[in-house]
């Protein structure tokens, strides 16, 4: 049997670790775009987007109320190449924008790219400073490829602080991980997350 353990320990240990946090994962899909972060968000929810095979293209809008030092926004693929994520649940051609929106109506104005980030295996973290007072939207884009379709899990925040890329991807793998199996209801016993002869965590 040639399981990965040290993946699945990882697994565990970050849902273990997660089970205190205060943040919460929020579900979506691509009928909730554009989506209204608010004024002035923090990372008090972690959002878990799932989309059907597709290409996408997904508006956060937020607007701030003052001045920010930094304002920081982190995309992040559900456990690539764990067991069989990697091939149920792909994203290709990821990337993560900021865009300035001066009249408020997200996407539909006219716009300026401010900042841009890929993501994929890695982390995308994407960091903007002095950003003035004023609408804005995040922008999260890629090619849903998995035979499922693809599953990231995303998190923004307004504050000066911004957390180390490790840590927004710890953050985001173990809350979205939960989430995850929160939504599908998984009912498979053991012998289905861990099958004789498996490589891995199977979420298929």
């Known amino acids: 049997m040639k399981l990965n ?5 990882l697994a565990i240990a970050l849902a273990s670790a ?3 946090a205060q943040a919460a994962t929020v579900s979506l899909t691509s009928g909730d775009f554009p989506y209204d972060l608010g004024v002035n968000p923090t990372d008090n929810n ?3 987007v799932t989309h059907d095979v597709e290409s996408f293209f997904d508006v956060f809008t937020f607007s701030l109320t003052s001045a920010s030092d930094t304002i920081s926004s982190a995309v992040s693929l559900l456990f690539p190449g764990l067991g069989d994520v990697g ?8 990337t993560l924008s900021l865009f300035s929106d001066p009249d ?3 996407a539909a104005g006219v716009n300026v790219q401010i900042a841009t980030a890929n993501f ?3 982390t995308g973290v994407l960091a903007y400073n002095n950003a003035a007072a004023g609408s804005y939207y995040w922008a ?12 990231y899990l995303y998190a923004a925040n307004t504050a000066a602080i911004v957390p ?6 710890m953050m985001l793998a173990g809350l979205g991980l939960i989430g995850f199996i929160g939504r599908r209801r998984l009912s498979k016993g053991a012998s289905d997350m861990f099958p004789q002869g498996g490589s891995g965590l199977n979420f298929a």
Do not use: F, Q, R
């Open 87 to 94: 091939s149920s649940y792909e994203i290709n051609n990821g």
């Open 18 to 20: 997660v089970s205190s």
């Open 164 to 169: 180390e890329p490790e840590t927004y991807a």
């Open 104 to 106: 408020g109506d997200g």
């Open 46 to 48: 972690i959002y878990s």
């Open 140 to 151: 999260v884009a890629g090619d849903a490829v998995g035979s499922n379709g693809g599953v």
């Open 5 to 9: 353990m040290k993946k699945a320990l």
């Open 120 to 122: 994929g295996d890695s």
